[in-house]
């Protein structure tokens, strides 16, 4: 199996030594699974301060990264065939469960350029595939969105979580969120675990999850949901090209979601 590379570039390297100590990610990276780099753009830098910002043009508040440093050190990396080069930025299309698949299986090496200040020369911009964001807010830097997203693809690769069953039927992996766990006791201060799954029939339990996942999904993230129907909706008309273009199989009574008894 070969190792999937991961590359940094960022003004802080060391915010991302924690990866080293983090559960299943520390042992992927330690063990060869994923092999990460830092690149500081200061290193890059041919004056006595090792200056990576300046004053935008144009005036205006804050200071921009300058080209030249990320420029440099993005052409020291050395480059795979199967490589993405990522940009941190709020300017992005926010990161999902899909991307992080994605990212996994058809590449085997990330670039994540990370910016701070008041923003990047627009040149950098051009070093980019994509341009990505964790949500709609904005960071002092891209180092958080930049490890969110190294913990989120290397936990998918294989080797670094023990059941990849775990992998397919947690949330978002095919939209809907995660079903309900519950484990001993039984009865914990009059809450109890639903009776099916203390019956044992796996056909029911496994409906029984499918139904949870479905309400829980509708009721808590009901975009989510109505991509989920049309995506259902998709995969039955190819199997069934006569099956019609409505949503009443999916959305007749009988299908509903039912709810848990005690938690919303």
Request: hydrophobic content about 35%.
């Amino acid at each position: 199996m070969s190792t999937y590379k991961i590359d940094v570039i960022t003004l802080t390297p060391t915010a991302f030594s924690g990866l080293n100590e983090l559960g299943v990610i520390g042992r992927a990276l330690s063990s060869g699974i994923a092999d990460l780099n830092l690149y500081n753009p200061r290193n890059f830098t041919d004056d006595n301060y090792h200056k990576v910002d300046d004053e935008p043009y144009g005036g205006g508040v804050g200071m921009v990264l300058k080209p030249e440093p990320f420029f440099d050190a993005f052409d020291s990396i050395p480059t795979s065939s199967k490589r993405r080069v990522l940009m941190m930025t709020p300017q992005g299309d926010q990161v999902l469960q899909e991307d992080l698949w994605r990212w996994s299986k058809e590449y085997d090496q990330l670039v994540l350029i990370c910016g701070q200040y008041e923003g990047f020369d627009e040149r950098i911009r051009t070093l980019a595939d994509e341009e990505v964001s964790i949500g709609d807010f904005v960071l002092t830097g891209g180092e958080l969105p930049a490890m969110t997203i190294i913990n989120g693809v290397i936990r998918l690769l294989p080797g670094t979580i023990g059941s990849a069953e775990s992998l397919v039927e947690e949330s978002h992996s095919d939209l809907l969120l995660e079903h309900p766990h519950y484990t001993r006791p039984a009865k914990f201060r009059d809450l109890e675990v639903p009776e099916v799954l203390r019956k044992g029939n796996h056909a029911e339990i496994s409906y029984w999850r499918q139904e949870q996942r479905e309400f829980r999904t509708k009721s808590r993230r009901p975009e989510l949901y109505e991509r989920w129907i049309q995506k259902e909706l998709l995969a039955r008309s190819k199997v069934d090209p006569y099956s019609g273009n409505n949503l009443d199989f999916l959305l007749r009574k009988d299908h509903d979601p039912i709810e848990d008894p005690w938690w919303d």
